[in-house]
């Protein structure tokens, strides 16, 4: 399998700073990952990262989000021909089964999710620490040698 770096499900999926070749073979299994349904945003601000994900229809209940391995998953398994019991006939609002997965770096944290009129939001922060953010170096003047 070739790997293609400008394809868009690989760059848009993953997150932050991580070793790259420890998540490609993640990235490349699977076919799953490119599906375009459920549609999605991803948003960034500073270090702030947010995931909307359309999902009308569904509940709290009819959705797992997980987060394992760097690896944030968000999963519905539908129940065909069912809602809240009754049983449909015809069946326009699509609400079938999904599997969105994320790549996470190792230094992003998931800060929660919520779920309001139809749209998941998960939010995730980028936190870097102290030992890799940019420092000043300071140039020292040369020392002069002795006796001159």
Known sequence: MVL??????????????????????????????????????????????????????????????????????????SQPNQVNGNEVIYQGIAQRSFKLQFTVAEHVEVLGAELINGMLTIELEKIVPEEKKPRTIEIKAPKKLLGN
């Open 4 to 77: 293609n770096f400008t394809d868009p499900v690989f760059t848009s999926r993953v997150f932050g700073f991580e070793n790259l070749f420890d998540r490609l073979q993640r990235i490349s299994e699977g076919s799953d990952r490119s599906s375009s349904y459920p549609p999605y945003n991803i948003r960034r601000n500073d270090n702030r990262i947010s995931i909307e994900v359309a999902v009308a229809g569904l509940s709290k209940k009819d959705l797992a989000i997980e987060l394992a391995d760097g690896v944030l998953t968000i999963d519905h398994s």
